[in-house]
């Protein structure tokens, strides 16, 4: 019937929004742990603040910009992460080039 069609469409595009934004997600996590290989945490660090950068790209992974969205409290990390995100280009590339998106919010904190 038109209506199990309908469904079955239905289902099968859930299921690759699912696996789309699972890649999504993994690529992100490589991109973050990337950036968090090169990060070097300043002595005595308060708590887990979380710094949020707004990261343009291009598709090769190079790094055009890193604004610093929301400050963490601690300047002292906020700058130590703005370094690894320039020292981490070019960031790592989604393994579906239509995944690619040229402008990331990435979220740290020291002890994630």
Same mark, same amino acid.
């Given at each position: 019937?038109?209506? !199990? =069609? +309908?469904? $079955?469409? &239905?289902? *099968?595009? !859930? =299921? +690759?929004? $699912?696996? &789309?934004? *699972?890649?999504?997600?993994?690529?992100?996590?490589?991109?973050?742990?990337?950036?968090?290989?090169?990060?070097?945490?300043?002595?005595?660090?308060?708590?887990?603040?979380?710094?949020?950068?707004?990261?343009?790209?291009?598709?090769?992974?190079?790094?055009?910009?890193?604004?610093?969205?929301?400050?963490?409290?601690?300047?002292?990390?906020?700058?130590?992460?703005?370094?690894?995100?320039?020292?981490?280009?070019?960031?790592?590339?989604?393994?579906?080039?239509?995944?690619?998106?040229?402008?990331?919010?990435?979220?740290?904190?020291?002890?994630?």
């Amino acid at each position: 019937s038109d209506r !199990a =069609q +309908a469904e $079955a469409r &239905a289902r *099968a595009k !859930a =299921q +690759a929004d $699912a696996a &789309a934004a *699972a890649a999504q997600a993994d690529w992100i996590r490589r991109i973050q742990a990337k950036i968090r290989g090169n990060v070097i945490l300043p002595p005595d660090l308060p708590g887990n603040p979380e710094a949020v950068f707004e990261v343009v790209q291009l598709p090769t992974g190079e790094i055009l910009d890193a604004r610093l969205a929301k400050s963490s409290g601690v300047k002292a990390y906020d700058d130590a992460v703005a370094r690894a995100i320039v020292k981490s280009s070019p960031l790592p590339r989604p393994e579906r080039a239509e995944q690619f998106s040229r402008t990331l919010t990435l979220r740290f904190r020291p002890l994630d």
